[in-house]
Nanobody, 123 residues
C-alpha cells in the first residue's frame, strides 16, 4: 500500500501547458506500475497514461498521445504528467494511481488512488 497526493491542477487557456505532480509515500516498492486517469463531468473515468516505476516503459492513451508525457523521479518519489497543447476537452479531475506489478498481472486493476486535482481548460 502506498499513499498518493496529486497537485498542480488549475485553470489554463487552450493551447497552454500544465505539469501535474503526484507525491508517493508510505510502504513503497520499486515493482510498481503508476498511472494517470481523468474523469470529466458526466463521463466515466478514463485512462490517460502509465509508466513502469523501474524500467520507465510507458503507455499513453491515443487521445493525448503527442501532447502528454508521463515520467517519474525515483529519488524524490514523484510521478509527473506534463500536459502541453491543452484543449477544452482535457478538462477533468486527474487522478494518479498505483498497483504492484504482480497485482496488475492478476487483475489489471489499480489498488491505490490519490484524491484528484482539477484541471480546467478555457476556450
Amino acid at each position: 500500500q502506498v499513499q498518493l497526493v496529486e497537485s498542480g491542477g488549475g485553470l489554463v487557456q487552450a493551447g497552454g501547458s500544465l505539469r501535474l505532480s503526484c507525491a508517493v509515500s508510505g510502504r513503497t516498492s520499486s515493482d510498481y506500475i503508476m498511472a494517470w486517469f481523468r474523469q470529466a463531468p458526466g463521463k466515466e473515468r478514463e485512462f490517460v497514461a502509465r509508466i513502469n516505476w523501474n524500467g520507465g516503459s510507458t503507455v499513453v492513451a491515443d487521445s493525448v498521445k503527442g501532447r502528454f508525457t508521463i515520467s517519474r523521479d525515483r529519488i524524490q518519489n514523484m510521478l509527473y504528467l506534463q500536459m502541453n497543447s491543452l484543449k477544452p476537452e482535457d478538462t477533468a479531475v486527474y487522478y494518479c494511481a498505483a498497483v504492484h506489478t504482480s497485482g496488475y498481472a492478476q487483475s489489471g486493476q489499480y489498488d491505490n488512488w490519490g484524491q484528484g486535482t482539477q484541471v480546467t481548460v478555457s476556450s
